[in-house]
């Protein structure tokens, strides 16, 4: 068997100019290797026996299409993933916004919500979810209708609760789910503040202000231009003296908002200052 | 000798002796990056750059997502993040689904690098106890770069080359004390 992609660089433009004419969606500024793989790895896991059957799929297929979105763009997500950026959050981020009369806060490519749900409960144990609220949003629709179930595979709560007692939670984990078979379903309670809703971070405009943004390994499948114009996206929606959080690996550096943000000690988190 | 723009390293298990060995051998002068992946548990990044950075007076770093790759430069892979090579010689980082339950993933970098670095690629296969990394020496070869791997009988764990060996048409097997020479000859 060979092991030579299916789909090569000439094939990725020709798909990347399909989808943006046909359905409005942009993948121009996504970082080529990546898209790459991800383009080879859903053609080989459906089958795909040629180039054309592949592309005309795509271009006529509407539910095939949301599919297409789907696995190209990565879902891997967990609660309370990198536990220390949780407890940066919880020891700093969020008592200083406690003086806050109401959070909105911004999880910009929230993919299945796993982050939203970790968000919600340390709010909850602050006693600030009642004045908060989570704007959870991603490109993907599929995604946003799992995350609004707020069930999660039961066999992930092992690994989630050790995050969570990592980032300094304090209460019996399993008491914000009820098991019921394979699956682990959260209380109703915490999502009475969540928000859902499809954002294209390429495409569509800053639709309120916050006081908080989490943004967490979605840019580094963007390349730098399409980084710089997310960042002012982020800018642009952010309150003076607010908080940018971003993945471990990504960074506000040699953008054109770097000079008006300072980074808190260790973790990716950026407080605006203008 | 083979021409070289990027040396690639991976390895698991019993890996991370053999570089200890052989980095401080290595000449100061090559004129390609060398850029290893590594099995490892999460979070303990600086800790291994520290560790190899006092072994070598190359430069060692993290990767950092888009930047340049640069000669006589080692780049190591962050933990719990795929490296993927851009056509304009810059890194990208992915953080989708493990494969062969690893987070780097020896082929989801040697894949890349052998789309990008073509017959100008050569990867070394290092101890360890999973196969990872041996259908990626398999494309590189394909695209004409040289694949190697340690010699099993020296290895900690002898899976990973092993495998290598009996899949994958590897183009040398060397022995610990003979991977710097080989290294220091690549142009």
């Known amino acids: 068997m060979s092991s030579l992609p299916s789909i090569n660089d000439e094939q990725v433009e020709t798909l990347i100019d399909d989808v943006l004419e046909q359905y409005g969606y942009d993948f121009t500024g996504y970082s080529r290797a990546s898209l790459k793989r991800r383009l080879n790895r859903l053609y080989s896991l459906d089958k795909q026996v040629s180039f054309a059957e592949f592309r005309y799929k795509i271009g006529s297929d509407s539910v095939y299409f949301k599919r297409f979105v789907e696995q190209i763009t990565v879902n891997v997500t967990e609660m309370f993933r990198d536990p220390s950026f949780y407890k940066a959050l919880r020891d700093k981020v969020l008592p200083t916004l406690a003086t806050h009369p109401f959070i909105r806060i911004w999880l910009a490519g929230c993919s299945t919500g796993e982050e939203a749900y970790s968000m919600a409960i340390v709010l909850k144990e602050l006693n600030l979810l009642q004045k908060s609220l989570i704007y959870a949003t991603d490109i993907n629709p599929t995604v946003l209708e799992k995350a609004a179930q707020g069930m999660f595979p039961l066999s992930q709560m092992k690994q989630y609760s050790e995050n969570y007692i990592a980032s300094g939670g304090k209460e019996d984990f399993s008491s914000y789910y009820s098991a019921n078979y394979a699956v682990a379903k959260f209380d109703v309670d915490l999502k009475e503040k969540m928000i859902f809703s499809t954002h294209n971070l390429v495409a569509d405009h800053s639709f309120n202000e916050f006081q908080l943004i989490l943004c967490r390994n979605v840019l580094i499948y963007f390349d730098r231009d399409l980084q710089f114009k997310v960042l002012q996206l982020f800018d642009n929606s952010l309150e003076n003296l607010g908080f940018l959080a971003l993945g471990t690996k990504e960074t506000t550096d040699f953008s054109p908002i770097s000079k008006r943000y300072k980074r808190l000690e260790m973790e990716k988190i950026w407080r605006k200052d203008s | ?187």
């Open chain 2, 1 to 187: 000798m083979k021409n070289c723009d990027a040396l690639l390293i991976g390895g698991s298990a019993g890996s991370l002796d053999v570089l200890i060995k052989v980095l401080p051998s290595i000449a100061i002068d090559i004129t390609f990056p060398i850029i290893i992946v590594l099995h490892r548990k999460k979070g303990t990044d600086s800790l291994l750059s520290d560790l190899l950075s006092s072994k070598t007076k190359l430069i060692v770093k993290e990767v950092e997502e888009k930047e340049n790759i640069l000669p006589r430069t080692i780049y190591i892979v962050p933990s719990d993040y795929h490296l993927l090579i851009e056509k304009d010689f810059t890194f990208s980082l992915d953080y989708s689904e493990k494969v062969n339950y690893s987070r780097p993933s020896i082929d989801v970098t040697f894949q890349s690098a052998a789309e990008v670095y073509k017959d100008k690629l050569v990867c070394l296969l290092l101890s360890g106890s999973n196969a990872d990394g041996v259908n990626g020496l398999i494309t590189v070869k394909e695209f004409g770069g040289e694949i190697v791997v340690q010699d099993p009988k020296t290895a900690q764990v002898d899976y990973m080359p092993g495998q290598a060996i009996l899949r994958a048409n590897v183009d040398e097997v060397l022995e610990i004390e003979q991977m710097a020479d080989y290294i220091n000859n690549l142009k």
